[in-house]
């Protein structure tokens, strides 16, 4: 059982440099980016493209998918870091905290059994200014639960392609 898990991190730490075209550079981000509208609720999600990050160091376990996104309601926009956690067993994720330690808000989303373990669904609120400054540093969130911490990075090309075209999409601001 401990070398099929071990072989199974390395494939996927293999895998993991392998990421999707459209994640290798900001126009690319840009292009992979898109919106949807609910007219009945009178809202639009802008979404980026899917990034996996893999947790192998320090003991950690589990990977996620996470990408930025941005609710758009009345004038009114909250940009999210959403995280689809997946691993064997909970860790109970309930705090974010910016690369500075400054708390951000958390929002939990849902926890779901699946067949191969369970995922945690969650996201952290950002601020516009926060993602501008996250476009020459790059985007760190550290995520905090019951049972272990996770911290997400993402390159600030990503953040750049997203921000482009989310003002493209919502217009000046």
């Not at 690369?99 to 779901?112: C, D, P, V, Y």
């Amino acid at each position: 059982m401990r070398a099929g898990k071990t072989i199974l991190i390395a494939l996927v730490l293999l895998l993991g440099g392998c990421s999707e075209a459209g994640l290798r550079t900001a126009t690319g981000v840009y292009t992979h980016t898109n919106a949807s509208i609910d007219s009945d609720e009178k809202i639009a999600w802008i979404k980026g493209p899917t990034d996996k990050k893999y947790f192998a160091d320090h003991g950690a376990s589990g990977y996620a998918d996470v990408f930025l996104r941005t609710l758009v309601r009345d004038g009114h926009d909250t940009h999210q870091l959403y995280v689809a956690f997946h691993d064997e067993d909970w860790v109970y994720f309930s705090r974010a905290y910016d690369s500075k330690g400054n708390e951000l808000k958390f929002i939990e989303i849902k926890r779901e059994e699946v067949t191969a373990g369970i995922t945690e669904h969650f996201a952290a609120i950002l601020s516009v200014d926060y993602l501008k400054s996250a476009t020459r540093k790059g985007l760190e969130v550290k995520f905090v639960g019951k049972r272990g911490e996770r911290k997400v990075y993402m390159q600030p090309h990503y953040v750049k392609g997203y921000l482009k075209k989310y003002r493209e999409l919502t217009g000046p601001k």
